[in-house]
């Protein structure tokens, strides 16, 4: 089940609110658990069983590391090596067949190596679980003796499947007290409304040039049609990752949680570092809190603090996916924050702004392609491509009328450049306009009117892929 489906906005998301509300308080927690399972078990209910498995070895690690002090650390790195072995297994099995198979003489000969599946959701409620751990093994939280707590603290359905990586610390009062109030409940139907744009109208129209574009191959589509499929890739997965967040947001707002932000416009950055502090908050603070600090951070000199990174990025890429491609681009993006800190960050400061977002958009832009393609060799072809006449045949004209134009012009635009105008004009005018979040009747309207947009899309329209479902 998605947000972004009939059957979640018409009946599971109605259907939660009424229980949820209509209940007396002590049992709203008991609500959101039964309708999380409910959610995660719709489209794989066998792996509610993995998903309850890991809420139990995490309920029991925390609680023994506060009662066995003497052994926590051991308790610690058993309960680490279980959350890594299950994502392990579930995430990497198949790439690790196909490389032994590669290097092996012979390969894998008459092996018969099965297919494992991927739980959806595992890289997030994982990351999760091991934050609460860590945080206990610090002394930083105190151990959950309450499994219905510790279980919607893993299950709640709003960030379950795709984020943003809640850490246990920044939730866990909310989860004993919290206060529902209309303004919140208003400010998050709102949020939602915005993101479901952002998903529906955007992305998924986005989506459905760039697959048609990248199955074609680099040889056989024009060099137009390729520039068109890349610039609309990177926008689809901002759109398709934010929207997706800004959805979690408002749904948790509407039963009285307040999560991180997990996006903040990284397309107006001015350098790669600013980008990955604007990008993915929640993964991005996850790997400084609990690698890259613990590795010593940069207190240790530079050059433990270019390994630092490349580790960090490393296992950012692996943490996208099983692949090389995945490690590449995590590897490439850490490359060019070492480059920033050795000297190219303090000639950006000196150059005009303009300067070094136009750097940082060709980073990312070249990055996303390299993402996408998921092999080295095909990413040196498209990018090849790209700038070489080749006679392919697939063009623009294919994709390319007035509503995408209009789209793709809209998509630049609220990627972060209208917010930025936004955000000046309200230093300019104090009182005139007012701060982002805020409900007002013209944004009451607006919401409605895109709600009504993406119910209509939906309707017309079944193709509703997400891109961060497969990590």
Known sequence: MVFSSMLFLWIFLPLVLAAYYLSPRKIRNGILVFFSLLFYAWGEPVYILLMLCSVLVNFMGGIFMEDHKTHRKGILWGTVLINLGLLGYFKYFNFLAEIIGKILPGGLGNLSIPQVALPIGISFYTFQALSYVIDVYRGEVKAQRNFWYMLLYISFFPQLIAGPIVKYRDIAQQILERKETVEKFAAGVMRFCWGLGKKVLLANAFAEVVDDIFQYGPEAVSRKALWLGAVLYMLQIYYDFSGYSDMAVGLGKMFGFQFQENFDYPYVSGSVKEFWRRWHISLSSWFRDYVY??????????????????I??????????????FILWGLYHGLFLIL????????????????????????????????????????????????????????????????????????????????????????????????????????????????????????????????????
Not at 296 to 306: D, I, Q
Not at 319 to 324: F, L, M, S
């Open 293 to 310: 600090i613990p590795l010593g951070g940069n207190r240790k000199g530079a050059l433990c603090t270019y390994r630092n990174l490349l």
């Open 340 to 471: 920033e800190r050795v000297w190219l960050g303090k000639k950006l400061e000196k150059l005009p702004g303009f300067v070094g977002w136009g750097y940082t958009m060709i980073v990312v832009f070249l990055g996303w392609i390299l993402f996408r393609a998921e092999d080295f060799g095909l990413f040196c072809s498209y990018v090849k491509n790209l700038f070489v006449s080749h006679g392919g045949m697939i063009l623009t004209s294919a994709y390319l009328d007035k509503k995408l134009l209009f789209l793709l012009i809209m998509g630049i635009l609220f990627a972060g450049f209208v917010q930025k105008v936004y955000g000046l004009l309200r230093e300019k005018m104090p009182g005139k306009f007012p701060e982002n979040g805020v409900v007002t009747v013209p944004r009451i309207v607006a919401s409605i009117a895109i709600l009504w947009l993406c119910v209509m899309a939906l309707v017309n329209n079944s193709y509703n892929p997400f891109i961060y479902f497969r990590f």
């Open 312 to 325: 960090v990025f490393f296992l950012t890429g692996m943490w996208h996916g099983a692949g090389t491609g």
